[in-house]
């Protein structure tokens, strides 16, 4: 069966995704119609990730504002919401288009900065975005927004029932995995990922890499603006809570764990945060402590995250094989 | 491989765990604030809810009683999962509790949804009290304008000509001032709104200078948590005891007051605040909560904790009226609706969007005869007072 | 013109300048010498107030307090570079901010373990709750005594960076640190020294701030953000520039809580200048350090001969 992956790795992630594709039926069979909720926010974030490893792990930009854009995609289904506009379409419009010239004008600005400094100034702009959105009384500030009813399609894309905002969901992961997959494997990705280990060489070659770095850049904040308008829905709820520097803060580690710069890597890893934050805080108040060793020691001892292991055991699969 | 072991692990344990669920009890879901700094609060609430349940035999009429307590983190998405989870995976019959007015916002749909009651022992944000009404939802606290409101009016009655407000600028920093304002006929010669959020504000010292050189005679302010026991310290470190009265809502309680006690602050020894409830309230259902949770945490507990006490004998009031059969949704909401209970503030009646109509105090810090500091009523600010949203709702 | 609001202003933003300077110190040399970026430092804000209150409340004496938290502070900053942070000095930045995030869940846990959930009120004795009157100008004495400690601080820490032999190590390393290590210098050595005495004054921070507000868990993630923005606005790696960047977003922070809502009521009515006076002013130091980030980026007294 020449058409199954070949590596330990990737029949791992064919079955992670088939599992994931199956899950409501697999739930409903189980009775355990809850753990689709979980699901659900682990696979919005899993999006987000994998959005950020596009600029953090292929391109080597460390944004610590990229929750931002989460907050942009939820305000844009919310605040349409509360003057009772609530078609999908629109929010979907509204959300691509908001954190794409957001992108564009902080992007300009922050990739003229390089290293502890990008960081450093992308955390600034979503602080910035944090705040104004916590001045807005009419839209609720800190005490948030509530949103009744969901982004409304034409029935057969529905997201009203929780089956069917969980294969939105899921689709629009396989859109982004497919999406970064094929940008990374063109020339677009080679110059990006190029850019990172030398940037003097790309530029040599004759590409301007801050106009392809700038590009990716929007890009990703685009797909995570669609990880923000499923949030919104899925949450019915959106506060400024969720852009702030903690939450960007969150998403990086997700992207570490499963493993930077690889495609599944960011999925992974959300999946293992979310799933290992429920279940620890459901043994102990003190869970934070078990968490905060684990990272430390995933760090100290874990080289590659989950994705390095892997790795590791495709190798040895191959030594043997 | 590990994402697959930890998921069937949580999934095993999940089947394990719902094979044990009863069938002849009442399920109730708790949701408060156990961990974070604020934690303390929750720890009042749980405290309070064990006690009542102790009291009551852990049993409603004929049904036992099963309590599932949840922690929200002090985040609405937080609470509204472990809401969510409740209502969906535990199958409680009763949702109570919410500390914070956003959680329980960001909660409320799931519950309501579910044709589940839905009792808020704290949170009273007007929306729910207003627009959003719902039937199914009940309230053993307060609105968020009353208490304010009781104090602008108790500054009219012993003629405070000028104020100065400081308050943290959110949601429910600016309802206080606001709902101040709205009854106080005096003038209010300055507002701070101090910065809230992640990265409180804790040093006050530029917005008490500014209170000082405005000349007010007195000083309202609403200052939640931590906030307050930050503030009240640098009150009497600026000297201010003397030039300008203290008036608070929701700053000083029996949770900051055994802190600041330790600490020495006694600046706020005879400052004044408006609640609906006081530990020192001679009624009987009080007088044993009181000293029952005295003798057992040896603090006083907080207007929070009572009105916890209050969901759960408000919930068993419910369920014996209607001798246990939770299916008749209709007949639970009839007999919560009648608030037929000894409620520790003493008896109230319930408005028509579910929220109590009751007395609002005046109440002093003062030291009880052993010595620790509590809070004793002065005088009553108003009688079966209504909220002013009521008019909003309509049902 | 109100002088005695001002002047009591002015007073507030240098205090808050100089607590911004003591936690920015440690963290601007340990980034600037050993590359490393510590979310944690805060966590150090946090372990010296409730040290010292402990401490306390054990001996009743303040400046135990103090003196013995300092030590204690020293010893835990000691302990994280041995264990952790030397064995990542090589290692990629994202590493650091993973296992410094993990650290401060570590720490946040660990406190409310050891001190429960609630807060620390630390009580002064009463000297220090008293105030000074002049005229009509009232400065509690508390406050005056942390510009003091601050002050007495930069001027120990000026005196150590520049004239002793210490300090050229220091200001090397921050320079240019293959050099250091090719001249032979312990290395190792300097690098605990500088790491721990950065934990000592994040520690030192704490316990002064503590008996205004309190000691709590994670006090010292949120300013540990402002704490960053002073590095970089201050130029990575200089204490020169840590010192001039606290004091300027020190006041700029105090400063516009004070006056920006009046400013603001010039040009829209009341009620908006209420709520975007808190929002603006918050957003501020952030406009700052973007501002030095776009035009200025290696910060505004950066180290001599330092590569960006």
Same mark, same amino acid.
């Given at each position: 069966?020449?058409?199954?992956?070949?590596?330990?790795?990737?029949?791992?992630?064919?079955?992670?995704?088939?599992?994931?594709?199956?899950?409501?039926?697999?739930?409903?069979?189980?009775?355990?119609?809850?753990?689709?909720?979980?699901?659900?926010?682990?696979?919005?974030?899993?999006?987000?990730?994998?959005?950020?490893?596009?600029?953090?792990?292929?391109?080597?930009?460390?944004?610590?504002?990229?929750?931002?854009?989460?907050?942009?995609?939820?305000?844009?289904?919310?605040?349409?919401?509360?003057?009772?506009?609530?078609?999908?379409?629109?929010?979907?419009?509204?959300?691509?288009?908001?954190?794409?010239?957001?992108?564009?004008?902080?992007?300009?600005?922050?990739?003229?900065?390089?290293?502890?400094?990008?960081?450093?100034?992308?955390?600034?702009?979503?602080?910035?975005?944090?705040?104004?959105?916590?001045?807005?009384?009419?839209?609720?500030?800190?005490?948030?927004?509530?949103?009744?009813?969901?982004?409304?399609?034409?029935?057969?894309?529905?997201?009203?029932?929780?089956?069917?905002?969980?294969?939105?969901?899921?689709?629009?992961?396989?859109?982004?995995?497919?999406?970064?997959?094929?940008?990374?494997?063109?020339?677009?990705?080679?110059?990006?990922?190029?850019?990172?280990?030398?940037?003097?060489?790309?530029?040599?070659?004759?590409?301007?890499?801050?106009?392809?770095?700038?590009?990716?850049?929007?890009?990703?904040?685009?797909?995570?603006?669609?990880?923000?308008?499923?949030?919104?829905?899925?949450?019915?709820?959106?506060?400024?809570?969720?852009?702030?520097?903690?939450?960007?803060?969150?998403?990086?580690?997700?992207?570490?764990?499963?493993?930077?710069?690889?495609?599944?890597?960011?999925?992974?890893?959300?999946?293992?945060?979310?799933?290992?934050?429920?279940?620890?805080?459901?043994?102990?108040?003190?869970?934070?402590?078990?968490?905060?060793?684990?990272?430390?020691?995933?760090?100290?001892?874990?080289?590659?995250?989950?994705?390095?292991?892997?790795?590791?055991?495709?190798?040895?699969?191959?030594?043997?094989? | 491989?590990?994402?697959?072991?930890?998921?069937?692990?949580?999934?095993?344990?999940?089947?394990?765990?719902?094979?044990?669920?009863?069938?002849?009890?009442?399920?109730?879901?708790?949701?408060?604030?156990?961990?974070?700094?604020?934690?303390?609060?929750?720890?009042?609430?749980?405290?309070?809810?064990?006690?009542?349940?102790?009291?009551?035999?852990?049993?409603?009429?004929?049904?036992?009683?099963?309590?599932?307590?949840?922690?929200?983190?002090?985040?609405?998405?937080?609470?509204?999962?472990?809401?969510?989870?409740?209502?969906?995976?535990?199958?409680?019959?009763?949702?109570?509790?919410?500390?914070?007015?956003?959680?329980?916002?960001?909660?409320?749909?799931?519950?309501?949804?579910?044709?589940?009651?839905?009792?808020?022992?704290?949170?009273?944000?007007?929306?729910?009290?207003?627009?959003?009404?719902?039937?199914?939802?009940?309230?053993?606290?307060?609105?968020?304008?009353?208490?304010?409101?009781?104090?602008?009016?108790?500054?009219?009655?012993?003629?405070?000509?000028?104020?100065?407000?400081?308050?943290?600028?959110?949601?429910?920093?600016?309802?206080?001032?606001?709902?101040?304002?709205?009854?106080?006929?005096?003038?209010?010669?300055?507002?701070?709104?101090?910065?809230?959020?992640?990265?409180?504000?804790?040093?006050?010292?530029?917005?008490?200078?500014?209170?000082?050189?405005?000349?007010?005679?007195?000083?309202?302010?609403?200052?939640?948590?931590?906030?307050?026991?930050?503030?009240?310290?640098?009150?009497?470190?600026?000297?201010?005891?003397?030039?300008?009265?203290?008036?608070?809502?929701?700053?000083?309680?029996?949770?900051?007051?055994?802190?600041?006690?330790?600490?020495?602050?006694?600046?706020?020894?005879?400052?004044?605040?408006?609640?609906?409830?006081?530990?020192?309230?001679?009624?009987?259902?009080?007088?044993?909560?009181?000293?029952?949770?005295?003798?057992?945490?040896?603090?006083?507990?907080?207007?929070?904790?009572?009105?916890?006490?209050?969901?759960?004998?408000?919930?068993?009031?419910?369920?014996?009226?209607?001798?246990?059969?939770?299916?008749?949704?209709?007949?639970?909401?009839?007999?919560?609706?009648?608030?037929?209970?000894?409620?520790?503030?003493?008896?109230?009646?319930?408005?028509?969007?579910?929220?109590?109509?009751?007395?609002?105090?005046?109440?002093?810090?003062?030291?009880?005869?052993?010595?620790?500091?509590?809070?004793?009523?002065?005088?009553?600010?108003?009688?079966?007072?209504?909220?002013?949203?009521?008019?909003?709702?309509?049902? | 013109?109100?002088?005695?609001?001002?002047?009591?202003?002015?007073?507030?933003?240098?205090?808050?300048?100089?607590?911004?300077?003591?936690?920015?110190?440690?963290?601007?040399?340990?980034?600037?010498?050993?590359?490393?970026?510590?979310?944690?430092?805060?966590?150090?804000?946090?372990?010296?107030?409730?040290?010292?209150?402990?401490?306390?409340?054990?001996?009743?004496?303040?400046?135990?307090?103090?003196?013995?938290?300092?030590?204690?502070?020293?010893?835990?900053?000691?302990?994280?570079?041995?264990?952790?942070?030397?064995?990542?000095?090589?290692?990629?930045?994202?590493?650091?901010?993973?296992?410094?995030?993990? =650290?401060? +869940? !570590?720490?946040?846990? #660990?406190?409310?373990?050891?001190? /429960?959930?609630? $807060? &620390?009120? @630390?009580?002064?004795?009463?000297?220090?709750?008293?105030?000074?009157?002049?005229?009509?100008?009232?400065?509690?004495?508390?406050?005056?005594?942390?510009?003091?400690?601050?002050?007495?601080?930069?001027?120990?820490?000026?005196?150590?960076?520049?004239?002793?032999?210490?300090?050229?190590?220091?200001?090397?390393?921050?320079?240019?640190?293959?050099?250091?290590?090719?001249?032979?210098?312990?290395?190792?050595? =300097?690098? +605990? !020294?500088?790491?721990? #005495?950065?934990?000592?004054?994040? /520690?030192?921070? $704490? &316990?002064? @701030?503590?008996?205004?507000?309190?000691?709590?868990?994670?006090?010292?993630?949120?300013?540990?953000?402002?704490?960053?923005?002073?590095?970089?606005?201050?130029?990575?790696?200089?204490?020169?520039?840590?010192?001039?960047?606290?004091?300027?977003?020190?006041?700029?922070?105090?400063?516009?809580?004070?006056?920006?809502?009046?400013?603001?009521?010039?040009?829209?009515?009341?009620?908006?200048?209420?709520?975007?006076?808190?929002?603006?002013?918050?957003? #501020?130091?952030?406009?700052?350090?973007?501002?030095?980030?776009?035009?200025?980026?290696?910060?505004?007294?950066?180290?001599?001969?330092?590569?960006?």
């Amino acid at each position: 069966m020449n058409w199954l992956p070949a590596s330990v790795s990737g029949r791992s992630y064919a079955a992670l995704l088939l599992v994931l594709a199956a899950a409501p039926f697999i739930l409903e069979w189980i009775d355990q119609p809850f753990y689709l909720d979980l699901l659900s926010r682990a696979l919005i974030l899993g999006i987000a990730a994998v959005s950020l490893n596009l600029i953090l792990g292929f391109g080597g930009m460390v944004s610590l504002g990229h929750a931002a854009y989460i907050g942009i995609g939820a305000y844009c289904v919310g605040i349409p919401s509360y003057y009772d506009y609530y078609n999908g379409w629109l929010h979907m419009a509204l959300a691509l288009s908001v954190s794409a010239s957001f992108a564009l004008v902080t992007g300009a600005i922050s990739l003229r900065t390089k290293g502890v400094y990008f960081i450093m100034i992308t955390m600034a702009f979503s602080q910035m975005v944090y705040f104004t959105f916590l001045s807005l009384e009419e839209y609720g500030a800190d005490d948030g927004l509530v949103i009744y009813s969901r982004s409304e399609f034409p029935a057969w894309l529905s997201m009203d029932s929780s089956t069917s905002l969980y294969y939105w969901i899921f689709a629009v992961l396989l859109l982004a995995l497919f999406f970064t997959h094929r940008l990374v494997h063109a020339r677009f990705g080679r110059v990006i990922v190029g850019a990172k280990f030398n940037e003097q060489r790309m530029q040599a070659l004759g590409f301007n890499t801050y106009r392809y770095r700038l590009a990716c850049y929007v890009i990703s904040a685009m797909i995570c603006s669609l990880a923000g308008m499923l949030f919104g829905n899925f949450t019915g709820f959106i506060s400024p809570d969720m852009m702030g520097w903690a939450r960007s803060g969150e998403l990086i580690f997700m992207v570490i764990i499963g493993g930077v710069a690889t495609l599944f890597g960011p999925l992974v890893g959300t999946l293992v945060f979310v799933l290992l934050e429920e279940f620890l805080s459901a043994i102990t108040v003190y869970w934070h402590l078990i968490f905060g060793i684990l990272l430390v020691a995933l760090v100290l001892f874990g080289k590659g995250g989950i994705h390095g292991w892997l790795s590791r055991l495709d190798r040895k699969a191959a030594d043997h094989g | 491989m590990l994402v697959k072991l930890i998921r069937t692990a949580i999934i095993a344990s999940a089947i394990i765990m719902t094979g044990m669920a009863q069938a002849a009890s009442v399920k109730i879901g708790f949701v408060t604030t156990l961990t974070t700094p604020a934690g303390v609060i929750g720890e009042d609430m749980k405290n309070s809810v064990e006690l009542a349940l102790e009291h009551i035999g852990y049993k409603m009429g004929k049904l036992d009683v099963e309590l599932i307590m949840e922690d929200d983190g002090f985040k609405p998405d937080i609470g509204k999962q472990k809401t969510d989870k409740l209502v969906k995976q535990d199958d409680v019959d009763f949702v109570a509790g919410y500390i914070w007015s956003h959680v329980l916002l960001a909660s409320a749909k799931s519950v309501l949804d579910a044709d589940k009651f839905l009792i808020s022992a704290n949170a009273g944000p007007s929306q729910i009290a207003g627009k959003r009404c719902d039937k199914n939802f009940f309230s053993t606290s307060w609105q968020n304008d009353q208490t304010p409101m009781a104090m602008g009016e108790y500054l009219n009655q012993v003629g405070v000509k000028s104020i100065y407000i400081m308050a943290p600028n959110y949601a429910a920093g600016k309802d206080m001032a606001n709902g101040v304002e709205s009854t106080f006929k005096g003038q209010v010669k300055g507002k701070d709104l101090t910065k809230w959020g992640a990265d409180a504000q804790l040093d006050f010292s530029a917005e008490l200078a500014k209170a000082r050189a405005s000349g007010a005679e007195a000083l309202y302010v609403f200052y939640p948590g931590k906030a307050g026991g930050a503030f009240i310290k640098q009150y009497q470190q600026a000297g201010l005891q003397d030039k300008m009265p203290l008036y608070t809502v929701f700053t000083v309680d029996s949770i900051a007051l055994p802190k600041l006690q330790k600490a020495g602050l006694s600046g706020v020894l005879g400052s004044k605040m408006t609640q609906e409830w006081s530990p020192d309230m001679k009624n009987q259902a009080n007088e044993r909560f009181v000293a029952d949770y005295l003798k057992r945490h040896g603090k006083y507990p907080s207007f929070y904790g009572a009105q916890s006490y209050d969901a759960i004998m408000l919930i068993k009031s419910a369920v014996e009226a209607t001798a246990g059969n939770l299916k008749d949704k209709d007949a639970i909401r009839k007999a919560l609706m009648a608030a037929n209970f000894d409620s520790v503030r003493g008896r109230y009646t319930y408005g028509s969007n579910h929220m109590p109509i009751q007395n609002f105090y005046l109440r002093e810090v003062v030291a009880d005869a052993e010595g620790r500091w509590t809070t004793k009523i002065i005088r009553t600010v108003y009688e079966n007072h209504q909220d002013p949203h009521a008019k909003d709702c309509k049902m | 013109m109100d002088w005695n609001l001002l002047i009591t202003q002015l007073m507030n933003g240098l205090q808050l300048g100089l607590l911004l300077f003591l936690l920015a110190s440690g963290l601007t040399l340990i980034f600037g010498i050993m590359d490393f970026i510590n979310l944690s430092h805060g966590s150090f804000y946090m372990i010296g107030a409730y040290f010292c209150g402990s401490i306390v409340a054990y001996t009743g004496s303040f400046l135990l307090g103090v003196v013995i938290g300092l030590v204690g502070v020293f010893i835990v900053g000691a302990l994280v570079e041995w264990f952790i942070a030397r064995k990542l000095y090589r290692e990629d930045h994202l590493d650091h901010v993973l296992v410094t995030f993990g =650290l401060i +869940l !570590i720490f946040d846990t #660990l406190v409310h373990l050891l001190w /429960g959930a609630s $807060g &620390m009120a @630390i009580p002064l004795p009463d000297i220090l709750n008293g105030r000074l009157t002049l005229g009509e100008l009232v400065l509690p004495t508390y406050r005056l005594l942390i510009i003091f400690a601050g002050l007495l601080v930069a001027a120990i820490l000026y005196f150590l960076v520049s004239k002793t032999r210490l300090g050229m190590l220091i200001r090397a390393g921050a320079s240019n640190r293959g050099m250091v290590e090719a001249l032979g210098i312990n290395i190792n050595r =300097l690098f +605990l !020294i500088v790491f721990a #005495l950065g934990a000592a004054m994040a /520690g030192l921070a $704490g &316990m002064l @701030i503590a008996p205004i507000t309190e000691a709590s868990i994670g006090m010292g993630n949120d300013i540990i953000i402002i704490a960053f923005v002073v590095v970089i606005v201050g130029g990575i790696g200089s204490v020169k520039g840590a010192f001039y960047a606290a004091l300027i977003i020190g006041m700029i922070d105090t400063m516009s809580r004070s006056y920006l809502d009046l400013l603001l009521q010039l040009a829209m009515p009341d009620n908006y200048a209420e709520t975007a006076a808190p929002a603006l002013s918050a957003m #501020l130091v952030y406009i700052l350090m973007a501002g030095v980030l776009a035009f200025r980026p290696q910060g505004l007294f950066p180290p001599a001969g330092m590569k960006l």
